[in-house]
Nanobody, 120 residues
Framework: QVQLVESGGGLVQPGGSLRLSCAAS????????MGWYRQAPGKQRELVAA???????NYADSVKGRFTISRDNAKNTVYLQMNSLKPEDTAVYYC??????????????WGQGTQVTVSS
């Protein structure tokens, strides 16, 4: 079984920073992509940032220049450094992993979510 555990969420003032972490554990053959999604109240879940096994990244336009995604392949961990936070960044942030538990068992896995609240 695979588990994704997020940490680092919390309450921060506008302009502040947070660093989210997500560690994947369990039976993992290969991780193709890890990323972060978020869901704000009354809105659909959206992709925030993603990073593939080679280090290529994608960002939502709304966070470009402010957020940075990175990964530590040895630890099966993905990070999201969030700077210059805005109230509109408030959401539940979910870790996602596109991974294989075996050569023929590729699937998407989700963390439980961590709350990020940006408010003064």
């Amino acid at each position: 079984q695979v588990q994704l555990v997020e940490s680092g969420g919390g309450l921060v003032q506008p302009g502040g920073s947070l660093r989210l972490s997500c560690a994947a554990s369990g039976t993992i053959f290969f991780i193709y992509v890890m990323g972060w999604y978020r869901q704000a109240p009354g809105k659909q879940r959206e992709l925030v940032a993603a990073i593939d096994s080679g280090g290529s990244t994608n960002y939502a336009d709304s966070v470009k220049g402010r957020f940075t995604i990175s990964r530590d392949n040895a630890k099966n961990t993905v990070y999201l450094q969030m700077n210059s936070l805005k109230p509109e960044d408030t959401a539940v942030y979910y870790c996602n992993a596109d991974l294989a538990r075996g050569r023929d068992h590729r699937d998407d896995y989700w963390g439980q979510g961590t709350q990020v609240t940006v408010s003064s």
